[in-house]
C-alpha cells in the first residue's frame, strides 16, 4: 500500500525477505514479520496468508505507525534500546504492537489502493 495523504497509514509488503530470515533465526520462528520503515518483510509466508491474519497485521501496522511517529534511525534507536533495557517481550514497542492486534482502528487509517510487493 502505497501513499502520502495525511493521516494515512501507507506501506509495502517484501516477500521472501533477507531480512526477515534474520529475524526468524534469531527468534527461533518459522513464520516472521519485521518492518523497517513502510515495509513489512516476511519471512516463510506469503502476503495473502499475511493479510488473511487480522492479528499480525494490525501488529505490524503498530509497527509502522511507530515509525512514521519517531522516524526511522531514531525509533531503530529506541526500539533497539527497549530491547537491550527490558528484554524483546518487555519492550514497550512490542507492548503497544501486541495491543494494538484488537485495535482495529489502525485498519481505518489504510490507505486502500495498491498493494505493493517489491
Known amino acids: 500500500m502505497s501513499s502520502n495523504k495525511p493521516g494515512k497509514l501507507s506501506f509495502k509488503i517484501k516477500e521472501q525477505s533477507f531480512i526477515a530470515r534474520l529475524a526468524a533465526w ?27 491474519n ?17 522516524g526511522f534511525l531514531p525509533f531503530i534507536f529506541l526500539y533497539l534500546s527497549e530491547s537491550v533495557r527490558h528484554g524483546y517481550l518487555n ?17 481505518r487509517k489504510l490507505d486502500i489502493e495498491n498493494i505493493i510487493y517489491p
Open 26 to 52: 534469531k527468534l527461533k520462528s518459522n513464520k516472521v514479520a519485521i518492518v523497517f520503515g513502510k515495509t513489512i518483510h516476511l519471512h516463510n509466508t506469503e502476503a495473502p496468508e499475511f493479510l488473511q
Open 54 to 70: 487480522k492479528r499480525w497485521v494490525l501488529h505490524e501496522l503498530k509497527h509502522v505507525e511507530q515509525f512514521k511517529q519517531h
Open 91 to 107: 519492550n514497550k514497542y512490542e507492548i503497544e504492537a501486541r495491543a494494538a492486534e484488537t485495535n482495529e482502528e489502525l485498519l
